[in-house]
């Protein structure tokens, strides 16, 4: 599994970012490999984001490619250059009922 952390600044006001997550929320759904999407607020910078946790590496280069990502900066009225970070997840620990527990990744090569 890898994972994908953006983070940017935003012409919108905080409600109007608040709004179009939830909005948005709902077609990320259907996006084929997504495990997980989180959005985030960065408390220190005021910087809003998202955490997308995706199956593999060719699900996240898919999705980057997609009409859906290639939105982003429109729909949030990106002010500036977004950040952006990756990571290989090592351990997923998935405390709720509908899930396994814990999920090993290929990272620890025992997945």
Known sequence: M??????????LSDEQ?????EERA??????PGLVEKLYLRFRETGEWGA????????SLE???ESDLAA???SAYEIDGAAQAELADVALLVAPSATAAPVRRS???GRA
């Open 26 to 31: 709902p077609r990320y759904l259907e996006v």
């Open 71 to 73: 939105s982003i900066p």
């Open 106 to 108: 290929a990272v620890d």
């Open 51 to 58: 955490a997308y946790v995706f199956d593999s590496e060719e």
């Open 62 to 64: 898919r999705f980057r």
């Open 2 to 11: 890898i994972m994908y952390i953006g983070r940017f600044r935003s012409r």
């Open 17 to 21: 970012v608040q709004a179009m997550f």
